[in-house]
């Protein structure tokens, strides 16, 4: 099945600094999404982006398709950015949307 | 406003035992999905269904079945608890095409098997 390996794998800031988060996948993908997991584990969808780039506030997305990897860019950060970000692409072999989802990135925020 | 729910949101049980994980969306999705999620690591697909009467094993399905008998219910069974199925289940939904891909998620089930 389709490798996703995301970088780093732990990182911490002080508010207001920017960070860019990596995601490389093995596979042609049809489908991509970032989620935010909460200190209090719920999930957040982030952004649906197979391709290009989305900006949502402090927050943007590019995917290069063609060269298998994704980036989440977080710019200002607040302490409420804290908590684990996962990357999820879905096959292109694939029907339907079944996600893969990677280890995450593991992100603090310190005031 | 639509939404995901899941039941219960805590659950102690003993090894052996049946248990039985509701989850309900009101947006109408046809796509729904189980994942297990372990201490410290990403999330894994039990089974997922992409209509009423269709589902299917995802990579970790041992132990688990799903039945999906309407559009809005995906109850996940634990055939026979076992320990190693200690774990946070969620529930997910998303829509057919495109945008209406973009996956959401209900809070979240807590599971400790004794």
């Known amino acids: 099945g389709i490798q996703v390996e995301q970088s780093p794998p732990d990182l911490i800031l002080q508010e207001g600094a920017n960070s860019t988060l990596r995601c490389n996948f093995s596979?042609?993908?049809?489908?991509l999404q970032w989620f935010h997991q909460n200190p209090w584990g719920q999930l957040i969808n982030l952004f649906y982006?197979?391709?290009g780039t989305k900006q949502n506030g402090r927050l943007s997305a590019t995917t290069v398709a063609t060269e298998r990897y994704s980036l989440l860019y977080i710019s200002s950060s607040q302490t409420t950015d804290s908590g684990v970000y996962f990357c999820?692409?879905?096959?292109?072999?694939?029907?339907?949307?079944?996600?893969?989802f990677g280890e995450g990135t593991q992100l603090t925020v310190n005031p | 406003d639509a939404e995901i729910t899941q039941s219960p949101r805590h659950k102690i049980t003993e090894t052996g035992r049946q248990v039985t994980l509701a989850c309900h969306q009101t947006?109408?999705?046809?796509?729904m999905f189980w994942y297990r999620q372990d201490l410290g690591h990403g999330l894994r697909l039990i089974h997922y269904?992409?209509?009423?009467?269709?589902?299917n094993k995802g990579e970790v399905s041992d132990g688990y079945s799903v039945s999906r008998s309407n559009t809005e219910d995906l109850p996940l069974t634990l055939e026979s608890a076992a320990s190693s199925q200690t774990s946070v289940y969620f529930c997910?939904?998303?829509?057919?095409?495109?945008?209406?891909?973009?996956?959401?998620f209900g809070p979240g089930t807590r599971l400790l098997v004794l």
């Open positions: 269904s992409y209509g009423v009467q269709d589902t």
């Open positions: 947006w109408n999705h046809n796509n």
């Open positions: 999820a692409p879905s096959p292109q072999e694939t029907s339907g949307s079944r996600l893969t």
């Open positions: 596979d042609s993908v049809n489908n």
């Open positions: 982006i197979p391709s």
């Open positions: 997910a939904s998303n829509g057919l095409a495109g945008e209406q891909e973009t996956q959401y």
